[in-house]
């Protein structure tokens, strides 16, 4: 069986992504390459301060004013997300969350100034990232699969 494969250069505005386009007989295959990033925080007595994880949760918690329903929705314990809070704010030595019990009014966990500004923060933290990880992998990327597609 015989494999024929082109690859194309797809340009976008932040970066340039590889596309493998293999054919056998009847089957198409498209893969398109691109660099990942997992950013996290660490201090010197701790392994992770903050990271997406807690990111995540962080995030859910401002748009749901509850731990229990943020936790459903990430799919975590109420316990581990709670964990992850209490561990979060050791770590940094600053709360991160302001939590009202229940009651006749109900219960709310909302975001301390702090916990909004961390996340504020971090969330420019990981496009910048993520949009400079683009463009050094293009920067290295890009040439060889123009020799590869030359070859071809």
Same mark, same amino acid.
């Given at each position: 069986?015989?494999?024929?494969?082109?690859?194309?250069?797809?340009?976008?505005?932040?970066?340039?992504?590889?596309?493998?386009?293999?054919?056998?007989?009847?089957?198409?295959?498209?893969?398109?390459?691109?660099?990942?990033?997992?950013?996290?925080?660490?201090?010197?007595?701790?392994?992770?301060?903050?990271?997406?994880?807690?990111?995540?949760?962080?995030?859910?918690?401002?748009?749901?004013?509850?731990?229990?329903?943020?936790?459903?929705?990430?799919?975590?314990? $109420? !316990?581990?997300?709670? *964990?992850?809070?209490?561990?979060?704010?050791? =770590?940094?030595?600053? @709360?991160? /969350?302001?939590?009202?019990?229940?009651?006749?009014?109900?219960?709310?966990?909302?975001?301390?100034?702090?916990?909004?500004?961390?996340?504020?923060?971090?969330?420019? $933290? !990981?496009?910048?990232? *993520?949009?400079?990880?683009?463009?050094?992998? =293009?920067?290295?990327? @890009?040439? /060889?699969?123009?020799?590869?597609?030359?070859?071809?």
């Amino acid at each position: 069986m015989e494999i024929f494969a082109t690859i194309k250069i797809l340009k976008s505005i932040n970066a340039s992504w590889a596309v493998f386009e293999m054919t056998e007989q009847y089957m198409r295959l498209k893969i398109i390459i691109k660099p990942r990033l997992k950013l996290w925080l660490s201090s010197d007595n701790s392994n992770s301060v903050f990271g997406e994880g807690k990111w995540k949760l962080l995030k859910a918690i401002d748009k749901y004013s509850s731990i229990k329903k943020s936790s459903e929705v990430l799919n975590i314990s $109420y !316990k581990k997300a709670w *964990n992850l809070i209490k561990n979060a704010e050791e =770590a940094i030595g600053i @709360n991160l /969350v302001i939590k009202r019990r229940g009651g006749t009014a109900g219960g709310a966990t909302t975001l301390t100034k702090t916990g909004k500004l961390i996340v504020e923060t971090f969330t420019k $933290y !990981k496009t910048s990232m *993520n949009t400079y990880s683009e463009m050094i992998f =293009a920067l290295y990327f @890009n040439p /060889v699969f123009n020799k590869l597609q030359e070859k071809l």
